[in-house]
């Protein structure tokens, strides 16, 4: 076996695997914060709360229900959505009128209700969620062990990630959706129900977040903390990828996981704050993001 | 031929914010018509078109489209009317291309030009397709975003200033586009400052000055008017 | 994008009469705050004057200069830290001690600030939040800290070598004194010049870049003087309660004094010390009732951000002035 550094070629694989993973959720999310963003010009602060509440909606529907992950992998988008339409058409829409930083601590508060309420039904502990059976075990590729379960949540997230890039880029819903972040007031004068469009888009970013967390229920254990634990360094992939484009939030994101995950191989103390710190080199070096259309 | 109003506006007021801006604005416009709005800079012209879309903060006023109230309607709802609007900064999608900028807005009512009848109409649009909107020069832009409107099936359209800023030749070209369409029967209000143009195709003129209509001119009788207009003009 | 609309929106205008209210109520305030011990727990009055100087620090940056931070934990718990350390191992006597965690909040403040100042409103926010969820991940990790123990057993020490501040009503008379100092310098800076260019810089920043002055410069020194001040604050708590832990340090903590300033009033002097006395007297309330604490938090931001933007304060100052002008 091969050593890098001192560190031997499984390792480090595995790391990278890891790294992968944790990539392709913050590709989720960030993708998600950076619609909700650039349509709505909302920081959603909720985000890690509608991610932990796709995974308790995950662990709940198996617990108290019966229901399998895969239907799963549905319903809980679709619940998480439900709930953020009724967050924009209550609380949002309101505060479009006013200084955006206003939507920033609404979110806050938000997430605040949601972690604090559900740690005092649910406690603070993590509760485990099976791996489906038809995802158990893995394949043996020789240079190292792949388990199943974690190369279906990188497939099912880029595929998530790279559908939802397609219908924004390539179709008519997309375009009304560019449209309407450059000039809100003009589509609607062609007669497209922009406020409509705004609650469906929160919805959906909201579900993919969501998404997430049930993907997230069999690897992680779910717990009210695992909101706060992933948004802030989704903030920060958002910093250094900066809003302009869809896809390279995307690049970004896995960008990080990947640095995340050989930060923790060679150099583990550090590997909490890796983002961080490619966040303080960015804004050095290009304070308006990688991809921007600003600078 | 008093024929009915297709659009009668009476004591419209408009705020932007605390702002009042329209004081009260009379008039009103029969099918087949093209009416001017013009005035000095800051007269109320392009808030007055703006009230008509909803795109204003706050309106009062009486302003019955097809019978319909239309202060009543749902901002997004104005289009489905038939009504196209085709603001002065043009509103280009640097975001979309020619091709999906001139595709974009849906059409709500049938009889709506199909894209080669619009190229035939402004040929400088043709073969720009998959070039980003806002790469076309300032007058390609305005035939642009006439032609999208085209494509609708409005047969009510709201024009504020589509000659500013524009090089001559363009001006003819978009003067003789408006021509045409005024013989297949479109209404049309025009906000314009160049009274050349305005002349060229108006039926009759409404003078604003801050906030109020204050005079109405038909278009025969604009020469024996000059002076009393270059006053209203500020020129 | 800017924070105009944010506070323009709150600030009634100010007449002499509005004036010598203001300065009645707070010698009021004075008043109540040197009898207050006789009554009442000096150790929770002695948290609600820290987190008062806190708020009042965090308004400085965000009534006055129009910015959010969302980071300022850092300051606040990292002095927390640093004092805690001092007076503990290196057994600096108090003042020191203090100072020392004031200096790190104001080195820390000007290095935030550095970088976060670059972009404007939401990322400035996001910015801010990360750089301090940095300073959380190191102090949970660096030994000094006592990670999920914290530093415990700080010693008072003594004030100016003679007073022994194990004494809990001297330990709040100098609290007492701190945070009036750190109060009036926030009321100087905001009443002086430079106070005024800032505000000119939250109403309209191109407008001051035009008469040749660098908004960027005046942001950052009312960036480290908050942090600084917001240090200040943490040292002296730190000393109080003889503790420094990870609690200071969290997004949690930030989020909180950003409720204490929208809840009082932003904006405004007295608001942010309103706030703080609210937000501290809730959570003691709470604490002990078994209601889930950080729920009511954010319901508390959700209707404050939803109904009551210009805070308890605020809300008293439009209605005073409402009724002066009526």
Known sequence: ?295 | MAEASLLDVKGLEAWYGESHVLHGIDFDVRKGEVVTLIGRNGAGKTTTLRSLIGVVGKRRGACSYKGADLLKVAPHKVARLGIGYVPEERGIFSSLTVLENLLFPPAWQAGGMAVEEIYGLFPNLKGRDSTSGTRLSGGEQQMLAIGRILRTGADFILLDEPTEGIAPVIIEEIGAALRILKDRGMTIILVEQNLRFAASIADRHYVLDQGKVVDEISNNALDANMDRLNRYLGV | MNSTTMVSSLEAPRTRRHRTTGGLLLALVALLMICAPLAIYPLFLIKILCFALFAAAFNLVLGYAGLLSFGHAAFFGGAAYITAHAAKVWQLPFELAVLAGTAFAALLGLAFGTLAIRRHGIYFAMITLALAQMVYFMAVQMPFTGGEDGIQAVPRGYLLGIIDLRDITAMYYTVLGGTILGLVIIWRTVNSPFGHILSAIRENETRVTSLGLKPERYKLIAFTLSAALSGFAGALKAIAFQLASLVDVTWHMSGEVILMTLLGGMGTLIGPIVGASIVVGLEHFLSTSGLPITFIIGLFFVVCVMMFRRGVFGELKALLAFKTLT
């Open chain 1, 1 to 295: 076996m091969t050593d890098i550094f001192g560190v031997p070629i499984v390792v480090l694989l595995g790391q990278l695997l890891l790294g992968l993973i944790n990539g392709s959720f913050y590709a989720l999310l960030s993708l998600g914060l950076a619609i909700i963003f650039g349509m709505l010009n909302v920081i959603n602060f909720a985000h890690g709360a509608f991610y932990m509440l796709g995974g308790f909606a995950a662990w709940l529907l198996l617990s108290a229900l019966g229901i399998g992950y895969w239907e799963t992998l549905i319903a809980a988008p679709l619940m998480v959505g439900a709930l953020g339409a009724v967050v924009e058409r209550l609380f949002l829409k309101r505060l479009y009128r006013v200084d955006h930083l206003y939507s920033l601590l609404l979110t806050f508060g938000i997430a605040l209700m949601l972690e604090g309420l559900f740690r005092h039904v649910f406690g603070a502990a993590g509760k485990p969620y099976p791996i489906p059976p038809s995802l158990t075990g893995g394949i043996n590729l020789g240079f190292m062990f792949l388990p199943m379960y974690r190369a279906w949540v990188i497939v099912a997230s880029l595929a998530v990630c790279i559908a939802t890039w397609l219908a924004i880029e390539r179709t008519k819903l997309g375009a009304y959706l560019r449209a309407a972040t450059e000039n809100p007031g003009l589509v609607q004068a062609f007669g497209i129900n922009v406020p409509f469009m705004l609650t469906a888009t929160y919805a959906f970013c909201v579900g993919l977040a969501g998404f997430a967390g049930a993907l997230a229920a069999p690897l992680y254990q779910v717990s009210p903390g695992m909101g706060p634990s992933v948004i802030i360094v989704v903030f920060a992939v958002v910093v250094i990828g900066g809003m302009g484009s869809i896809g390279g939030a995307i690049v970004t994101a896995l960008a990080l996981g990947i640095i995340e995950g050989l930060t923790k191989t060679f150099y583990p103390a550090a590997s909490s704050i890796a983002v961080f710190v490619v966040m303080v080199l960015v804004i050095l070096i290009r304070p308006s993001g990688l991809f921007s259309r600003e600078a």
